[in-house]
Structures are given as structure tokens and as C-alpha cells.
């Protein structure tokens, strides 16, 4: 059985990929499951989608633990805890990397022990979130590594799910998905799945006991409620909303009513101020500030014009 996950950043595609993979193995007579994972629905926000397909049946459920194939949308998930990326991956795992960096580069950086391949970006974009038909091309490359789709049933795949949007949609998420299909023609097959574990030699999985008192007397705080100021949700941020208060008006009820997270408290002095640490970049301060004082920068630009030791 094929265990493939899909990791990307919400509103890049990977419900889609998962989607068209799946429909392009049944095409070929398989048996699939597919489907995404993702917390609240926010753009940017890590996600993945998985896909099991079989010739037989399929009785697992859940969380792929033990992936034959890992692709990345976005290589900027790759060092953040909460994405998961590398979950679960071994020495028999394929690693397929949407990135401008080598192979050799992320090899070092992994210390991987499992082949590793990188799907270059074609294409660069200010916003990493609008990856232009990434969801299909990642489905293009993941139908060729395994083998066992051809190219018809790959582009039957697309039709049948993309049919909604149009044919102009259909033609260009076709046109990417056909090119990564064809980009990857040297590894194809390089993905085989994994032999099935007999029961004895599957892992306890990691839990982790937390003693608890009577509560009565006490209780982990991870039960209590306003905690969530100890998440730093910030890190999911590709976008960062820069405040220019040359231009604010201090309409600050705009702006700080406005944001979904309450990441934006207003100074004595009547001044809106973003908090980074809990600001996920969604951008609605962006939209709905009246002056237009509040402009959007990618994270990356910000990092690197940063000047060193200066907190933001």
C-alpha cells in the first residue's frame, strides 16, 4: 500500500493534490483514501492531506505515522514544529522538496538518511501562500514518482475534479501538473511502499502521562482557559502587517476590532500596535485600515532588512 502526505500552507492546494492523486490511482484501479488535516481554516496556516492507495482493500485509518512519500509545497514549513514535515520518516521515505536550495543543501541541513529530491519553484511569488497551481503540480510529480499512474489517467484526474472552475483553471493547473509529471520522469518509481510491520514490532505511541491532583485542589494548566497567549502563533506568518503612523489616524477600533486574533492593542496615546508574537499574518488589519496606513511585507524581506539585535 502507497502512504504518501502532501504538506503545504492553507490556501496552496494540498486538500487539491490529495484530491487529484487520489482520483488518478483510482483511474488506474486502485483502492484510495484520501483526505486533509488542518486546524481552524486560515490562509497560511501549515496543513496536509494524505493518500493511501492499495490493489486491495484498505483497513487503515487515521494519520499516516509510517509516509513512502513526504512533498513539501513549501520548503519554509520544513523548520516549524507544528508542520510535521519529517513525522514519521525514515531511510525508505521519499522526500520531495518545492525549493530553490539543492538537494545536497537540505541533505546537510536534515541530516537525512532517506533520498531526498527537489521539485525547483518555476515560478517566484511575493506571497508564498499564492504558489501559482502548486496543488497540482505536486500531484503532477507525485503520480510520476510512484510509478504506477500514467499520464492519461493523471489528466483524467484533473478534469474530474477541477471540471467546476472552467476550462481556462483546468488547462493551466493541467499544463503545471503535465510538467512536474514530466520533470520527474528520471525517478519514476523511486517511491515503493513499505513492508507492512507485523503487530509485534509496531511502537507504543509516545504518550505522555500528566499526574493529576483532585481538582479540587489543582489541575494542569493545559485544562485552564486564557492560556492561549503561551502559543507564539506567530511563527505562522509568511505575511507581516507594518504599521506606518505617519499615516494612522488613530482609528484604532478599525483595526483592532477587526483582527480575529486581538493581536493589535491600542497604546495610551491612542496608537494601534501589533503583537508578533500572535499575529498570523491573515492581513484583515491590511484590508480594512481606511488611510491605508498599514502596509504588507513578506516575513523573509523583513528578517533580512532587519537590523541585527534590533527587536521587532
Known sequence: MFR???????????????????????VEGYEVQDAPRYGAERRGAPIFAYVRAAPEPINERGIIQRP?????????LVPVPAAGVLAGADEHTVLLINSHESA????????????LLILPILEEVEDRAELPFIGATCAGAAARLVGMISRASLEQAIRDELEHLGPTIVDKNLHKSLEAFDLM???????????????????RPAW????????RLSSPTIYAGATSEKLKTGLWRTMRPVIDYEHCNRCWWICSTFCPDGAIPVKEDGYPEIDYEHCKGCLICVAQCPPHAIAAIPEHQFQEDEPEGEES
Do not use: C, Y
Not at 5 to 10: D, Y
Not at 104 to 115: F, H, M, V
Open 4 to 26: 504518501i502526505r502532501f504538506h503545504g500552507r492553507g490556501g496552496q492546494g494540498m486538500k487539491t493534490a490529495s484530491r487529484i492523486l487520489g482520483t488518478a490511482f483510482f
Open 68 to 76: 513512502d512519500l513526504v512533498i513539501v509545497a513549501d520548503d519554509t
Open 104 to 115: 545536497e543543501t537540505w541533505i546537510e541541513r536534515l541530516n537525512l538518511q532517506g533520498p
Open 185 to 203: 520522469a528520471e525517478q519514476a518509481g523511486s517511491v515503493t511502499p513499505a513492508p507492512v510491520l507485523p503487530a509485534r514490532k509496531w511502537e
Open 208 to 215: 505522555i502521562e500528566l499526574p493529576f491532583e483532585d481538582a
